[in-house]
């Protein structure tokens, strides 16, 4: 079960279906992280669904209060059967209200008062991706340990980082423009 659990959430975090391979490993509500997902779909566009494979991989980190839920919550929109378009939409709700989701200077501010189940009643509303019902599915921890332990295989340790065909890229940034990754890609 946790076998197709797993290969069904890949899916849903894959975009195209060509060569190279770009993995991006983003925080939801690192600013920098949301500044590249934002990229991504013009970058897919750019390149043509048949000459770039884009994989999300998300690295939770602890700075960020509240990114374990948020990840979960992720996670568990994958496995529904939309999950493609669920992980896009949760993804995008949290770039789109990234104050709703953080910290001010990552310890104060009104989001101290939040619970986890404010958190996820937010995440749902925000999103119109409402996966409250499966969160707490044990198969989940499942899919949030390979996240991790995938990351810290290859040496990740922060958002937002970049890999190709499985080998870690630290010329590219967020700060990069979709031109600029093209060009890191070889495709412009």
């Not at 993995?23 to 991504?40: A, D, I, Q, Y």
């Not at 884009?54 to 568990?76: D, G, N, T």
């Not at 939040?114 to 996820?120: A, D, F, G, N, Y």
């Amino acid at each position: 079960m946790t076998d197709v659990l797993f290969h069904h959430s890949e899916q849903s975090f894959t975009w195209g279906s060509g060569d190279p391979v770009l993995e991006v490993f983003l925080e939801p509500t690192c600013p920098f992280s949301v500044l590249t997902f934002n990229k991504l779909p013009a970058l897919l566009a750019d390149a043509g669904k048949d000459h770039l494979q884009i994989k999300i991989r998300l690295q939770s980190q602890p700075w960020h209060m509240f990114s374990s839920i948020i990840v979960r919550y992720i996670l568990a929109a994958s496995t529904l059967v939309e999950g493609q378009a669920a992980v896009q939409a949760v993804m995008q709700s949290v770039a789109d209200h990234r104050e709703q989701f953080e910290f001010i200077d990552h310890c104060r501010g009104p989001n101290l008062h939040t619970t986890p189940e404010q958190l996820l009643k937010r995440l749902a509303a925000y999103s119109g991706v409402d996966v409250r019902d499966i969160f707490d599915q044990t198969n989940l921890q499942d899919l949030v340990k390979r996240q991790a332990k995938y990351a810290r295989q290859n040496g990740i340790h922060v958002s937002p980082s970049f890999m190709v065909n499985g080998l870690l890229q630290p010329d590219m940034s967020s700060q990069d423009t979709v031109e600029e990754w093209m060009h890191k890609l070889g495709l412009g």
